[in-house]
């Protein structure tokens, strides 16, 4: 769909203010507060096994919340969540942002996803373009969104999925989605799915450099993930106020390809980027 609808369920449509592989994004209103409304399409994804556990409350400050996913009659499913202004997770957005500053930023988006793990719902998407900055410049607070939502693998968004979703992915959530299973993308959802990607998060926001960009084929994309742990690299600013050594083990553990010896929650991922900052390790 191109057109801007009026409407999307109960809410009337102001604007757009974005689109992605989920689909577009509108500012909404309804009862006289702004929400984004997302048109979902279900050739592209579908709701995981808990997403509902994530609607209605506000889990964490660094989660979004979910108002409702519904069904509008002619437009099909959509999601509800609060609006909040912030930007996108990009490089050019965290320039000025001093790397303990950003680790900091890191340990709260990890606590909004500890808080997620605890309703018993897993992100299972969790990558840069998931992730908005909110705030001031050089003092920015995480917004992380699209919690609970899968992607349908096929021939028509195979390469996009490979250009933008897969790479984030642990190796073997990638192996179950290049099956193009739904049962076997369900049964690996777990809280290690999403320890993997925040691993690997830390490692491209602290190193401002993409992982596992520009692979051309599934098969080669999980070859190179099953073979490579992650590690801190590229750090120019003063690394005063960090133990670097054990920041770089901490992603390392978190981006292990096989699950059974990767870290095995957020709060253990947590405790091990408060270990790397020198006013917690002192």
């Known amino acids: 769909m191109t057109d801007q609808p009026q409407t999307v369920g109960p809410y009337r449509i102001v604007r757009t203010i974005g689109s992605g592989l989920m689909g577009p994004v509108f500012l909404g209103t309804h009862q006289n507060t702004y929400w984004a409304v997302r048109l979902l399409d279900q050739k592209l994804l579908v709701a995981s096994p808990s997403v509902n556990r994530l609607v209605g409350d506000v889990l964490h400050d660094s989660l979004v919340r979910y108002r409702e996913i519904g069904a509008d009659p002619a437009l099909g499913s959509y999601v509800a969540t609060d609006y909040v202004e912030a930007r996108a ?4 957005a965290l320039q000025g942002m001093r790397s303990p500053a950003r680790v900091r930023f890191l340990r709260s988006l990890l606590q909004g996803l500890g808080a997620l793990h605890k309703r018993g719902a897993v992100h299972g ?17 995480p917004l992380v969104i699209d919690a609970g939502f899968l992607y349908v693998v096929n021939e028509f968004n195979l390469p996009r999925l490979l250009r933008s979703a897969l790479p984030t992915m642990a190796p073997e959530l990638v192996e179950a989605y290049l099956s193009g299973s739904r049962q076997a993308v369900d049964k690996i959802l777990a809280p290690r799915i999403d ?4 691993g690997q998060l830390i490692a491209e926001v602290l190193s401002g450099q993409r992982a596992f960009a520009d692979l051309r084929s599934g098969d080669e994309l999980l070859a190179v ?9 590229g750090i120019s600013d003063p690394m005063a106020q960090i133990d670097l050594a054990a920041l770089d083990a ?15 929650s957020i709060a253990e991922l947590t405790t091990a980027l408060d270990a790397a900052l020198a006013t917690r390790a002192a």
């Not at 997770?89 to 050019?92: E, M, Y």
């Not at 320890?195 to 925040?198: E, F, G, L, M, S």
């Open 89 to 92: 997770l990009t490089r050019d």
């Open 125 to 141: 998407a969790l990558k840069a373009n998931n992730v908005l900055l909110r705030g001031k410049p050089g003092a920015h607070e």
């Open 195 to 198: 320890v993997y990607a925040a």
């Open 225 to 233: 993930k099953r073979g490579r742990r992650l590690g801190i690299t």
């Open 250 to 264: 901490a992603v390392r553990a978190a981006t292990e390809p096989d699950p059974a010896r990767r870290t095995a």
